[in-house]
């Protein structure tokens, strides 16, 4: 008798609309993605003040935001951007069709971070200026795929 209620409830979950499923999903994508940029922004924030010199360079500051955001990096991934979740199809999404239109590309865009914040994990630490140098890749990455990828304000 005790199998009963388990059995109901494994037919009642498989009967969830399946649509349902996928548009929780999505959210949760979404939202997870827009946690992350907004982390890596933050981290990016710090580095940002030492490279234009409006906050004091700190080795270790600059290093710990560096090893953050190498490994935010490695956390983004095409998976973040199921189909469905595009501008035109979700609430709060800015992201572009290009996306899904363009995949090997917009993979290469998340690679190329990947290489800016290894790079910049080597340097940050090390002076003012290595960071300076590797701020000008790390920058362009973020700003390249956006320019391709992300809805304009
Ligand atoms: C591979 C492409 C790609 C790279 C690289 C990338 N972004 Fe993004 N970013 C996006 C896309 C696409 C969106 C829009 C996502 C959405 O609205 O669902 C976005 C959105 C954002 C947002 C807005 C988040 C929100 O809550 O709406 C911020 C902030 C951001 N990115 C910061 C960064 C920073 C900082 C970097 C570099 C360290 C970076 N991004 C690198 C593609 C990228």
């Known amino acids: 008798m005790r199998s009963i209620p388990v059995l109901a409830l494994t037919f009642s979950l498989a009967a969830l609309p399946a649509l349902a499923q996928d548009a929780r999903q999505i959210e949760r994508m979404i939202e997870g993605r827009h946690g992350l940029m907004t982390l890596m922004a933050y981290e990016l924030g710090k580095l940002g003040g030492m490279a234009k010199e409006e906050a004091p360079y700190d080795a270790e500051v600059a290093g710990d935001a560096a090893s953050n955001l190498s490994a935010l990096a490695s956390v983004l991934s095409p998976e973040l951007f199921p189909e469905g979740s595009g501008v035109d199809e979700a609430e709060d999404s800015e992201a572009l069709p290009a996306i899904w239109e363009k995949p090997d590309d917009f993979a290469m865009k998340i690679t190329q971070l990947e290489e800016a914040t290894a790079q910049m994990q080597a340097a940050a630490g090390t002076d ?14 973020c700003g390249s795929c956006h320019e391709t990828y992300r809805q304009k304000d």
């Open 128 to 141: 003012l200026a290595g960071l300076q140098g590797a701020m000008r890749d790390l920058g362009s990455a």
